[in-house]
T-cell receptor, first 112, second 115 residues
Framework: AQSVTQLGSHVSVSEGALVLLRCNYSSSVPPYLFWYVQYPNQGLQLLLKYTTGATLVKGINGFEAEFKKSETSFHLTKPSAHMSDAAEYFCAVSVTGNQFYFGTGTSLTVIP | KAGVTQTPRYLIKTRGQQVTLSCSPISGHRSVSWYQQTPGQGLQFLFEYFSETQRNKGNFPGRFSGRQFSNSRSEMNVSTLELGDSALYLC??????????????FGPGTRLTVL
């Protein structure tokens, strides 16, 4: 069975500080991993995804994530937070078909 | 290219009623998935359709059903609404059905409130 755990339902960072959102997964087969962002009253937008190949994945808006198989992790980072990064972030795993398993989300607050 | 559209955006119903939500995928996308999003449970997979056939189904009661039309548009129906059905219902479409590496594109959702 597949599952995703996002540590920290709420994360606050100062503007300009490092953003680190944690995601750990459980999967019996090699997973495909995704990070999505959701702004208020909107749907989910893909930030980045890992399928195969390079384990460090770069996404939109300066975000990146590293797939670490030994740690079953796929943490999301951004070197310098911007006010516009305030949103809900979801980690997701998919192994078969189009059925995705999402984490419970992390709400990011950026303090000016 | 237009994105995924969902109608209506907001809906208020009372317990016991039924509701139908609509989703139009991105042009060319043939796979449509539905999710329920609530503060307590997060995003939960409802079902996925491709070529008018339901291929995957999540762990929801039979009151939740869906269908897909030949033009890939999809509808989901919830009968005998309960207060706990209040949620944001998200639709997502993808180009390559059955591919875990494909990207799902989400619509803005339909906010259902059950009174």
């Amino acid at each position: 069975a597949q599952s995703v755990t996002q540590l920290g339902s709420h994360v606050s960072v100062s503007e300009g500080a490092l953003v680190l959102l944690r995601c750990n997964y459980s999967s019996s087969v090699p997973p495909y991993l995704f990070w999505y962002v959701q702004y208020p009253n909107q749907g989910l937008q893909l930030l980045l995804k890992y399928t195969t190949g390079a384990t460090l994945v770069k996404g939109i808006n300066g975000f990146e994530a590293e797939f670490k198989k030994s740690e079953t992790s796929f943490h999301l980072t951004k070197p310098s937070a911007h006010m516009s990064d305030a949103a809900e972030y979801f980690c997701a795993v998919s192994v078969t078909g189009n059925q995705f398993y999402f984490g419970t989300g992390t709400s990011l607050t950026v303090i000016p | 290219k237009a994105g995924v559209t969902q109608t209506p955006r907001y809906l208020i119903k009372t317990r016991g009623q039924q509701v139908t939500l609509s989703c139009s995928p991105i042009s060319g996308h043939r796979s449509v998935s539905w999710y329920q999003q609530t503060p307590g449970q997060g995003l939960q997979f409802l079902f996925e359709y491709f070529s008018e056939t339901q291929r995957n189904k999540g762990n929801f009661p039979g009151r939740f059903s869906g269908r897909q039309f030949s033009n890939s548009r999809s509808e989901m129906n919830v009968s005998t609404l309960e207060l706990g059905d209040s949620a944001l219902y998200l639709c997502a479409s993808s180009l390559i059905p059955g591919s875990s590496t494909d990207t799902q594109y989400f619509g803005p959702g339909t906010r259902l409130t059950v009174l």
